[in-house]
């Protein structure tokens, strides 16, 4: 069993208008040393299947399901449980 | 210039809905072997200020706006720019 950390963001060029607010309320707060804020999802899950076959399912899942590869970039880090 | 990266989870013990739908999706989907999908969000800054003011403005920022600490645990990372 491993532990899968996905971390999607926004594909480069693409609008981030959700950045943008969190970015605007910011600077109201006050916290006006803070630029570039991009906002994506952060997915845990837990993953039976062989080491080698990891990456490929990986990849697969991220395509069909949990992201929009159009307009979303997508990484992932695998931990041994 | 640092690039700060935040990863919000839902707190243990708090319903995911969103994590649960898109188990059951995955399991639609052929991908059986996949458990415990917890789904967060991911947050990108850039953050101008002196490395020892950092994590006090991160804490900040994370409680003020970026998550709601009733229901969710936050983690950061800083990366020099």
Same mark, same amino acid.
Do not use: S, W
């Given at each position: 069993? *491993?532990?899968?950390?996905? @971390? ?7 609008l ?5 607010? !969190?970015?605007? #309320? =910011?600077?109201? =707060?006050? @916290?006006?040393? !803070? *630029?570039? !804020?991009?906002?994506?999802? @952060? ?6 299947? /062989?080491? #080698?076959? /990891? ?12 992201t929009?590869? !159009? ?9 041994? *449980?």
């Open positions: 069993m *491993a532990k899968v950390k996905i @971390y999607v963001t926004p594909k480069q060029g693409v981030d208008p959700q950045g943008k607010t !969190v970015e605007a #309320a =910011l600077h109201t =707060l006050g @916290y006006k040393n !803070v *630029a570039g !804020v991009k906002i994506g999802k @952060y997915i845990e899950l837990e993953l039976n299947a /062989r080491p #080698a076959d /990891r990456e490929k399912q990986i990849n697969e899942m991220c395509k069909k399901l949990l929009n590869p !159009v307009i979303e970039d997508f990484t992932f880090q695998v931990v041994e *449980a």
